[in-house]
């Protein structure tokens, strides 16, 4: 099902940096009518309401805390459109020790942080004519990384969220995409010694797949190549990325 994104309202979880920032500005750049920008830091999205005026509406969300889901839910009654972007990376598996520690935090703010702001909006979507429910998960959540073992483990959860949601929605009027990047430039990834694509770029793809329908969105150079290998053999994939362990 194709979306279009002009005269749109949508909400972007993690608003204020990185690809959530890049996909909160390629929305209003490309007619949205309005964008609810959250953060956990309403002052962090100064320059974007500068540029933006009245057309983006920044409303606080910590996306691990019930109340402020309540409060972004009931404030951003009227969407067509949400993005869950909002997301941590602590890297952990078995041999650094911390495993526990690691899984717990990436969960909470990965996966029941998704999955409860995907909840308070669920039934308000369906009021919609035509929406759209985009989630970030990542290459990693298609074969696990081991240095990344437990954000792997929360982004595959957030890809098998993203399968269910569709099963469930089908034949309705909400389009559910996948977003799997590859290393992008932003602070998340600031320690990866990689090539790394743009947010500008996610940001660009992932408007172009709402638009055309797509449901599986591979945005960036290296995710690209990662989706071509995964639709071809898993397999290859997780033997490669179970390469990346030192
Ligand atoms: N960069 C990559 O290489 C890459 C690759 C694949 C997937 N991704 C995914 O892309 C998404 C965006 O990441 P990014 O690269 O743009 O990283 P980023 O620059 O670190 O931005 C993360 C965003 O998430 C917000 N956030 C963190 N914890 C939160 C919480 N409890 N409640 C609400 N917001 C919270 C941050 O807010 P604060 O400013 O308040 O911390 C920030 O806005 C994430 O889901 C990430 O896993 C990134």
């Known amino acids: 099902m194709k979306v279009s994104i002009n005269g749109k309202t949508a909400l972007v979880s993690g608003a204020n940096r990185g690809i959530g920032k890049a996909i909160t500005e390629a929305l209003l750049d490309n007619g949205a009518k309005k964008v609810y ?11 974007l309401s500068t540029k933006y005026g009245d057309r983006l509406v920044p ?33 952990g598996n078995f041999a650094y020790g911390n495993m526990l520690e690691s899984m717990k935090t990436n969960f909470e703010v990965n996966v029941w942080g998704l999955t409860k702001l995907t909840d308070a909006f669920f039934n308000k979507l369906k009021i919609s004519e ?64 990689m090539e790394k694509d743009t947010p500008e770029n996610v940001a660009k793809n992932v408007i172009q797949a709402i638009e055309d329908g797509v449901e599986d969105v591979f945005p960036d150079v290296m995710s690209k190549q990662v989706g071509a290998g995964y639709m071809a053999s898993p397999k290859a994939v997780e033997t490669q990325f179970g390469g990346f362990s030192s």
């Open 59 to 91: 409303v606080e969300l910590d996306v691990t805390k019930d109340e402020s889901i309540a409060n972004a839910a009931s404030t951003a009654s009227d969407i067509d459109i949400l993005v869950n972007n909002a997301g941590v990376m602590v890297p």
């Open 37 to 47: 920008a959250c953060a956990r830091n309403v002052a962090s999205l100064n320059d």
């Open 130 to 193: 035509s929406a759209a429910i985009v989630s970030i998960s990542s290459v990693a959540g298609l074969a696990n990384m081991p240095l990344i073992s437990t954000y792997s483990a929360s982004k595959a959860a957030v890809h098998s969220i993203v399968q269910g949601l569709r099963g469930e929605l089908r034949d309705s009027n909400v389009l559910v995409c996948g977003v799997y990047p590859g290393p992008i430039d932003t602070e998340m990834a600031k320690g990866i010694e």
